[in-house]
Structures are given as structure tokens and as C-alpha cells.
């Protein structure tokens, strides 16, 4: 885990006053890497609960996903997010990238608070 401040990694988060009074283990917990893996699991607990409730989304299609939690191409999306100019959109397209079969479900229904909101407050009750 990186020192905090660490301004080239994605496991930590990057602030001038992270470095001086943050933990490494919190800085973790506030990082890109801990984000947008929350938001992974979060579209994957989505597509659960729709599957359970007879949309047609299918167990291959949820295995995909779980496959696929931490395979984040931050580079792919940081590309997407400057084509897009949305966060959350730039990673429902690099989720997708290595989810094929489940692209079309990724983020079914939600909106962008769906992630943002919940991933701040799971990171506060985290902490």
C-alpha cells in the first residue's frame, strides 16, 4: 500500500494533506483503485438483484462480472472519461470492455449517483 500522497499510484489518495495526516490504510480506503472497485461491486449486486426479480440477465453474465472486479484498466479509463467527459460512464465502458457478455447490463438502470453516493458512504463507514 502506498505512502499517502503517493501522486503516481492508483492505491492511494492523492492529497497534499493525505501525505502528512492520513494513514496508509485510509488513504487506500479514499483511492481511485478502492473506488471504482467499489463501484464494480456495486453494478454487480445491481445485476443480482434485477436478475432476481426476472430481468434477463443471466448467471454467465453475472460470472463475468465477478470474474472481473479488479481487472481496472485505469489507463483505458482515463481515455474514455476525456472521449466521454463522464466518470461514471468512462467506467461503465471499461468494465464492459472485459465483460462483453455483460456490457448491456453494466449499470442497468441506475444513475450516476447510484455509485458516486453509495461508494462515499461505504468508504466513510470504512473508515
Known amino acids: 500500500m502506498a505512502a499517502g500522497g503517493d501522486h503516481g499510484s492508483p492505491d492511494s ?16 480506503v479514499f483511492s481511485d ?3 471504482f472497485r467499489t463501484w464494480r461491486q456495486l453494478w454487480l449486486w ?6 432476481t426479480l426476472g430481468l434477463p440477465i443471466t448467471d454467465e453474465q453475472i460470472q463475468e462480472m465477478k470474474s472481473n472486479l479488479d481487472n481496472i484498466d485505469f489507463k483505458m479509463a482515463a481515455e474514455e472519461e476525456k ?3 463522464h466518470d461514471v460512464m468512462a467506467h461503465v465502458h471499461t468494465f ?11 449499470h442497468l438502470g441506475a444513475t ?3 455509485v458516486g453516493d453509495n461508494t462515499v458512504g461505504a468508504c466513510v463507514v470504512y473508515t
Request: aromatic fraction near 12%; glycine fraction near 4%; charge should be positive.
Open 13 to 28: 489518495y492523492r492529497s497534499p494533506l493525505a501525505s502528512r495526516y492520513a494513514s496508509p490504510e485510509m488513504c487506500f
Open 46 to 51: 445491481l445485476a443480482e438483484a434485477e436478475q
Open 112 to 114: 450516476s449517483c447510484y
Open 33 to 35: 483503485r478502492y473506488k
Open 96 to 106: 464492459g470492455h472485459c465483460c462483453p457478455k455483460a456490457a448491456g447490463i453494466i
Open 83 to 85: 472521449r466521454l467527459r
